[in-house]
């Protein structure tokens, strides 16, 4: 299995601060990596497809980067509804999923 | 606007076989890729398997010999079959509904609300 690990696990940060997660693949996944936001109770939902493309819908204040083994999702200007925690997900072998950064209102 | 419902007992007994099944609702199954994907606070998000309304199935390696997944097209709906379980099966089950795009990439496009299933006696 490719293994991905994120970092921090854990963040805080006011609203309106730029934020950068990132996610750390065990082996080369080219672009094939998906960023997801979960809030409490709720289930994941698809922000970032394939790297850096934004899902239709998704505020354009998220962006990602990244190829090969390293990849960061940013959040510029935080809003209040952006606090959740945020996973990766490489799908370039049997798909696997990131530890989970929470990010929390300082 | 697609809609996934996951259905099925909330308590499994040791050994015993989950059995969940997701209904779609707002689109045919017949097409896309269908997941099941569970959740739990130690190995966090798991992914388990999908199919495709061909029957056509794939699942992880980690639980291969312990997972069936179908589908029936009449009904739209899915389901995942998990033998043997144990404690450590417990989790929320969600089920999906899959974006695969080739070289447009592969996501978890929509999703279930999640169904708590505990294993215990």
């Known amino acids: 299995d490719i293994q991905m690990t994120q970092s921090p696990s854990s963040l805080s940060a006011s609203v309106g601060d730029r934020v950068t997660i990132t996610c750390r693949a065990s082996q080369s996944i080219r672009s094939s990596l998906n960023w997801y936001q979960q809030k409490p109770g709720k289930a994941p939902q698809i922000l970032i497809y394939?790297?850096?493309s934004l899902r239709s819908g998704v505020p354009s204040r998220f962006s990602g980067s990244g190829s090969g083994t390293d990849f960061t999702l940013t959040i510029s200007g935080l809003q209040p509804e952006d606090f959740a925690t945020y996973y990766c997900?490489?799908?370039?072998?049997?798909?696997?999923f990131g530890q989970g950064t929470r990010l929390e209102i300082k | 606007q697609v809609q996934l419902q996951e259905s099925g007992p909330g308590l499994v007994r040791p050994s015993e076989t989950l059995s969940l099944t997701c209904t779609v609702s707002?689109?045919?199954?017949?097409?896309?890729?269908w997941s099941w994907i569970r959740q739990t606070p130690g190995k966090g998000l798991e992914w388990i398997g999908y199919?495709?309304?061909?029957?056509?199935?794939s699942s992880n390696p980690s639980l291969k010999s312990r997972v069936t997944i179908s589908i029936d097209t009449s009904k739209n709906q899915f389901s995942l079959k998990l033998s043997s379980v144990t404690a450590a099966d417990t989790a929320v089950y969600y089920c999906a509904r899959v974006f695969y795009g080739g070289n447009s990439g592969e996501y978890l496009q929509d999703w279930g609300q999640g169904t708590l299933v505990t294993v215990s006696s």
């Open positions: 997900q490489q799908t370039y072998s049997t798909p696997t």
């Open positions: 707002g689109d045919s199954i017949s097409s896309y890729y």
């Open positions: 199919i495709f309304y061909t029957g056509s199935s």
């Open positions: 394939t790297t850096s």
